[in-house]
């Protein structure tokens, strides 16, 4: 980001924050050349972060990982077809974090909050494959938040 002033690309940033609306970061920047002030907005790229898998490995973030796990929670409901707009919901949640890196555990938790607010049935499948339930007493307890 250049400074608007005098074309220096070298800033200081005195302040930020995510502009959830938009998933856009708004950053007020100090030019370290002319020291004057300004404001820049921007959209973090799909590599600006990290993913933190369980292991401690990082990697960088897959937007087209994420939106699997979606497509096949998902399948044969009715809200197959608000799968982009469902993605692209939790890339902007993560994207307003504007973290250089996120655990996986964090992401998985984005997808469950969002699956369940669409799709008891999504959500469940989801559920039983991130946390890797292995007894089907963990499945039943899921299921008994859906009781009414
Ligand atoms: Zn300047």
Redesign the pocket.
Same mark, same amino acid.
């Given at each position: 980001m250049n400074?608007p002033?005098?074309g @220096?690309n070298q800033s200081q940033v005195l302040d930020k924050r995510a502009v959830k609306s938009t998933g856009e970061i708004r950053r007020r920047r100090k030019?370290l @050349?002319?020291t004057?002030r300004y404001t820049t907005y921007e959209r973090l790229g799909d590599l600006e972060f990290y993913v933190i898998k369980r292991d401690g490995s990082r990697q960088p973030f897959d937007i087209s990982k994420l939106r699997s796990g979606v497509v096949k929670a998902l399948e044969k409901r009715p809200a197959f077809s608000r799968i982009e707009e469902i993605v692209s919901k939790i890339e902007k949640k993560l994207k307003s974090k504007d973290k250089k890196e996120v655990e996986s555990k964090v992401i998985g938790q984005t997808v469950l909050t969002e699956l369940k607010k669409i799709d008891s049935v999504a959500y469940l499948r989801f559920v039983s494959v991130y946390r890797q339930f292995k007894d089907p007493g963990d499945f039943s307890k899921e299921l008994e938040q859906f009781k009414v």
């Open positions: 400074c002033y005098c @220096k030019c @050349k002319c004057r």
